[in-house]
Structure formats: structure tokens, C-alpha cells
């Protein structure tokens, strides 16, 4: 496996249902990053990690829950969340936090549709 | 005012022509500028970085910056249908956050 890989790619589930997004990223990189990608609008960050402790939380609900356990592996737990939810999740990493010339990543996304 | 704005298009360039496409950013201290190509479907996907004022080229792709007029573009040489895509313009503005633009959708006509 190479580059960062999520999974799954495809998620439909209701409002009151739980479920984890995973991403996992094979380039040794220190940073990773939850974006959400809304149709006609530009990619938004929701959380930035580096070296496993949460760097940025840009006002995202609480329905929305990240994990990541080591610099490899990021989650993005969801519950209970709303229609407008519905978007593709992509994960990225860069070899350091996103603050300069650093280079981002990206894995094929989950599409998720919340009915 | 949007912090990155492009044009969402679609922009039609028929194959062989030069497509253009443009970015403008808000934070005049902003200092990294990078353009990503997201196929229909697919995640983005890095293919040009600038940081200096002038033109980059890489094969048939040049980016060109300028600071005073907070503009960059990205030019397309000889397009091809596989070309067709959406253009995302990223800039690292003085607050070392990465803000994306929406997209210009590209679509280069055999």
C-alpha cells in the first residue's frame, strides 16, 4: 500500500446511526488532516493532527469526533449528524503542519450521504 | 470577499488551445501558492507549487505569481481531453492556514 488510503468509500446511513471513518497514511508523515467537500464549495478543514495531538479544530459540531492514535492512522467518528452532513470526507497528510510550503496528500475520499 | 476565488466555470478550450486559469487571494502576506487537479470522483491531487514572483514550468503546466496584484494563474499548454478536470487553487496566507478557492472545472473538447 502506498500513499494515504480511507475507507470506506462509499457511506450512507441514517441520522441516528454511529460510524468511524479511516484513514490510514504510509509516507511517514507527521501532519493529517480532515477536510469536508461540499458540491460548488471549497474543500473546508475540520481538524489538523501532527504527531498525534490535535493542532486545529476549526469550529466543527461535536456530532463529528476525531481520533488519531498514532501518526499513521486518523478516524473520524460520526453520530447522530444532519442531511447537510452529507459531503465527501477526504483525509490528507504533509510531512509537517500545513504552514508553509508543506504538501498535502490526499486519500480517494468517503462519500457520505446521510438520510 | 473570499479569501481564494476562482472562477467555477465550466471552462471549454477546444484540444491543442492553452487553457487559463486564474486565482485571486485576499491576504496580501500570503506567501505559498499551489495548484491541485481533482478528477471527476477523485481526490486532489498536487501538480504545481509557486512561491516566488514569475513563472513555474513543469512539462506543459506554468504558474505564474504576482504578489502586488495577488493573482495567480495556471496555464495549460497543448490541452488534452485527459486534462479535463477541476482546478483547485490553494494559498497559505500569513496565518500559515491553507485556504482552498472552489474550483474552476475544466473541459477540454476533442
Known amino acids: 500500500e502506498t500513499g494515504v488510503t480511507q475507507t470506506p468509500r462509499h457511506l450512507v446511513m441514517g441520522m441516528t446511526n454511529k460510524k468511524s471513518l479511516k484513514c490510514e497514511q504510509h509516507l511517514g508523515h507527521n501532519a493529517m488532516y480532515w477536510y469536508k467537500q461540499s458540491a460548488k464549495k471549497p474543500l473546508e478543514l475540520m481538524f489538523v493532527y501532527s504527531l498525534e495531538e490535535r493542532v486545529e479544530n476549526n469550529s466543527v459540531p461535536s456530532r463529528f469526533s476525531p481520533e488519531c492514535p498514532n501518526s499513521s492512522h486518523l478516524f473520524l467518528h460520526l453520530h447522530t449528524l444532519q442531511p447537510e452532513d452529507s459531503a465527501l470526507y477526504l483525509c490528507?497528510?504533509?510531512?509537517?503542519?500545513?504552514?508553509?510550503?508543506?504538501?498535502?496528500?490526499f486519500g480517494s475520499g468517503t462519500q457520505l450521504s446521510v438520510l | 470577499q473570499k479569501e481564494v476565488e476562482q472562477n467555477s466555470g465550466p471552462l471549454s478550450v477546444p484540444e491543442g488551445a492553452i487553457a487559463s486559469l486564474n486565482c485571486t487571494y485576499s491576504d496580501r502576506g500570503s506567501q505559498s501558492f499551489f495548484w491541485y487537479r481533482q478528477y471527476s470522483g477523485k481526490s486532489p491531487e498536487l501538480i504545481m507549487s509557486?512561491?516566488?514572483?514569475g513563472d513555474k514550468e513543469d512539462g506543459r503546466f506554468t504558474a505564474q505569481l504576482n504578489k502586488a496584484s495577488q493573482y495567480v494563474s495556471l496555464l495549460i499548454r497543448d490541452s488534452q481531453p485527459s486534462d479535463s478536470a477541476t482546478y483547485l487553487c490553494a494559498v497559505n496566507n500569513q496565518g500559515g492556514k491553507l485556504i482552498f478557492g472552489q474550483g474552476t472545472e475544466l473541459s477540454v473538447k476533442p
Open positions: 509557486i512561491y516566488s514572483n
Open positions: 490528507a497528510s504533509s510531512q509537517d503542519v500545513a504552514g508553509g510550503r508543506e504538501k498535502l496528500f
